[in-house]
């Protein structure tokens, strides 16, 4: 089997999954950074993700990127690129780790790249952001930048907002980086993330996922935990615990006054 080197990892070629050369310069009109720092944040995913996978971080960016564009949202092109390229590391093998979620593990895995490349801390953090909330809510409470990789994401995974946009674009996205196998493939990947770390995802998007295909394992029982907690309640505060100046005072007034 051929083979084809990217900096950081041999990776297979095999027929209609071949790598190309180099990543085009823009892709329906959403140009691709290709700084230093860009293209090696490409090579790290390529090296790291199955080819169906970097299609799809691909496909994160430049559909981020037309949402953007119809919303009207200002972003840094290079660091959401790098967000978009690497959002999907902590469901790799290679960078997951024995009990974080995968949004956090490809969070932590951009972050000490960028960090190795002398990136400041405050533009390694929007990355971080930008891959640990890309699948939550939270995101919201962001900066409109931060929320791309998960829209641009939410695009590719589920269609959300696709009908929006300019089909002809949309078809541009798909040429420039074929979907391959995404659908079967992604879900086997997530189905395998889930056997691999049963707990991880608990409270997230993927936390019902993770318990139907773990049939067999044994989940807490969130109800369960709150009404049969029993914690001990003292009847009486003992007088050496009460401030002597508090002590005439009733237990209403002081809790009035110690929230203060």
Same mark, same amino acid.
């Given at each position: 089997?051929? +083979?084809? *080197?990217?900096?950081?990892? &041999?990776?297979?070629?095999?027929?209609?999954?071949?790598?190309?050369?180099?990543?085009?310069? !823009?892709? =329906?009109? &959403?140009?691709?950074?290709?700084?230093?720092?860009?293209?090696?944040? $490409?090579?790290?995913?390529? $090296?790291?993700?199955?080819?169906?996978?970097?299609?799809?971080?691909?496909?994160?960016?430049?559909? %981020?990127?037309?949402?953007?564009?119809?919303?009207?949202? $200002?972003?840094?092109?290079?660091?959401?690129?790098?967000?978009?390229?690497?959002?999907?590391?902590?469901?790799?093998?290679? #960078?997951?780790?024995? !009990?974080?979620?995968?949004?956090?593990?490809?969070?932590? %895995?951009?972050?000490?790249? @960028?960090? *190795?490349?002398?990136?400041? !801390?405050?533009?390694?953090?929007?990355?971080?952001?930008?891959?640990?909330?890309?699948?939550?809510?939270? /995101? !919201?409470?962001? %900066?409109?930048? /931060?929320?791309?990789?998960?829209?641009?994401?939410? %695009?590719?995974?589920?269609? +959300?907002?696709?009908?929006?946009?300019?089909?002809?674009?949309?078809?541009?996205?798909?040429?420039?980086?074929?979907?391959?196998?995404?659908?079967?493939?992604?879900?086997?990947? @997530? /189905?395998?993330?889930?056997?691999?770390?049963?707990?991880?995802?608990?409270?997230?998007?993927?936390? $019902?996922?993770?318990?139907?295909?773990?049939?067999?394992?044994? #989940?807490?029982?969130?109800?369960?935990?709150?009404?049969?907690?029993?914690?001990?309640?003292?009847?009486?505060?003992?007088?050496?615990? &009460?401030? /002597? =100046?508090?002590?005439?005072?009733?237990?209403? +007034?002081?809790?009035? *006054?110690?929230?203060?």
């Amino acid at each position: 089997m051929a +083979t084809v *080197s990217f900096g950081l990892g &041999i990776l297979p070629l095999t027929g209609r999954g071949q790598l190309p050369p180099s990543l085009p310069k !823009e892709v =329906a009109g &959403i140009r691709l950074p290709d700084t230093a720092l860009a293209l090696s944040a $490409a090579d790290l995913a390529r $090296a790291a993700c199955p080819l169906f996978l970097f299609h799809h971080c691909m496909r994160t960016f430049v559909f %981020a990127g037309l949402l953007a564009e119809r919303d009207h949202v $200002a972003y840094d092109p290079e660091l959401v690129f790098i967000a978009a390229t690497l959002h999907d590391l902590g469901l790799t093998r290679r #960078y997951a780790s024995a !009990e974080h979620s995968f949004e956090m593990d490809g969070a932590d %895995a951009a972050k000490e790249f @960028l960090t *190795s490349k002398g990136v400041s !801390e405050a533009r390694a953090e929007l990355v971080w952001n930008a891959i640990a909330m890309h699948t939550s809510m939270l /995101v !919201e409470h962001q %900066a409109p930048q /931060v929320g791309l990789v998960g829209s641009g994401a939410g %695009a590719d995974v589920f269609g +959300t907002d696709i009908s929006s946009l300019a089909q002809d674009r949309v078809q541009r996205v798909v040429e420039a980086f074929p979907r391959l196998s995404f659908n079967t493939a992604f879900r086997d990947m @997530l /189905v395998d993330h889930c056997h691999r770390k049963p707990y991880a995802q608990r409270g997230t998007w993927l936390d $019902a996922f993770c318990r139907v295909h773990n049939p067999g394992v044994q #989940y807490g029982d969130l109800e369960n935990r709150i009404l049969n907690t029993r914690i001990p309640t003292a009847l009486r505060v003992p007088d050496a615990v &009460i401030p /002597v =100046a508090a002590q005439n005072r009733s237990p209403t +007034t002081i809790l009035r *006054s110690e929230s203060r």
